[in-house]
């Protein structure tokens, strides 16, 4: 087993050991957020926390593979695919694909962003000939 709280600072160290219940970390740039995070789920896992039971939220995508590609190499890489990881949205579009038939929907949806979205409606207008300086398709 990795001694993982021996190259942590106090900080780091307490957001880690924390088990019981939700942490947020914020902290600056630099600042070892990632580490922190990541030790924590790796600690949680050494201590008998079922993996699929751990969400580690973050907003962007590098951050979420960075935080995967350390967790593979502190635990088990079956434990740590089993761990509920990524970003807000990649995250909570998983969740509405599994539950998508409770609320209508089929799993294989698809999520427009603003630009998507543009896109689709200008296509729409042109396909229905409507004039877009009368109806803009931003609006």
């Known amino acids: 087993m990795i001694d993982l709280l ?6 780091q160290r307490e ?8 942490v947020m970390v ?5 600042s ?4 922190a995070l990541t030790y924590r789920v ?14 580690a939220l973050t907003f962007t995508n590098k951050a979420a593979r960075e935080m995967k590609e ?9 434990d740590a695919r089993n761990v509920w990881m990524g970003t807000f949205h990649s995250i909570f579009a998983r969740i509405l694909r599994i539950e998508a038939e409770k609320i209508g929907f089929t799993p294989n949806f698809s ?3 603003t630009d998507d979205s543009k896109a689709l409606i200008t296509q729409i207008l042109k396909d229905l000939n409507i004039d877009t300086k009368v ?3 931003k609006q």
Request: proline share 10%; charged share 20%.
């Open 6 to 11: 021996k190259d942590l600072n106090e900080p």
């Open 111 to 113: 999520i427009y962003d």
């Open 15 to 22: 957001a880690v050991t924390t088990i019981e219940g939700p």
């Open 32 to 35: 070892g957020k990632t580490r």
């Open 70 to 78: 350390r967790i593979m190499q502190l635990v088990n890489a079956s």
């Open 135 to 137: 109806y803009p398709p």
């Open 42 to 55: 790796a600690y949680m896992i050494q201590e008998g926390v079922d993996p699929f039971s751990i969400m």
């Open 26 to 30: 914020i902290a600056g740039a630099g």
